[in-house]
């Protein structure tokens, strides 16, 4: 990774609030950070805007160039944690660690074993490719009451659907 990249992923990691355990997250970062996000709903494609969007606040105008392709499930963590903190209230940063919570990643410190590796990626792979519960279970936005597959719904509504929820 060069130096910019390096520091994007830097700054990016710094958007998520972990807990003052002691322990580091930066495996399982790194790991989402080298999976790229494939959007298969329609609309999602605005979630990958999203993550260009932190490219540019990141850069900010100037000439430096990331060597990126496609956006990374660790973009789009940081951007959605940004729209729910928007959405329902709170700090974008803790928003971004309860995503992992709702992922069921939150134990996935540094070192990682096999076992944790294999599990890491078997969630990330489930949430890019919607092999989900229908009911959002394993993905950023479990839900007790549905109306409809979380699978096949846009992630800005499971996002309000979620935060719905919240409030009730």
Known sequence: MNQINYAY???????????????TYGELFSRMHNLEFVWIVPNDDNRVQDGLDLRAEFLHGTRRRLALNGVSMLEILVSLSRRVAFTAGGDAEQWAWRL?????LHKASDPLSDTMSKRIDETLYALVWRT??????????????IDQ??????????????????EV
């Open 132 to 145: 989900y519960q229908p009911n959002g279970q394993g993905g950023f936005f479990p839900l007790k009451y």
């Open 100 to 104: 992992i919570k709702n992922l069921h």
């Open 9 to 23: 992923f830097e700054w990016l990691t710094s958007q998520i609030h972990t807990p003052t355990n002691g322990k």
């Open 149 to 166: 597959d979380q699978t096949k719904v846009e992630i800005w509504y499971q996002m309000n659907a979620y935060v719905n929820e919240m």
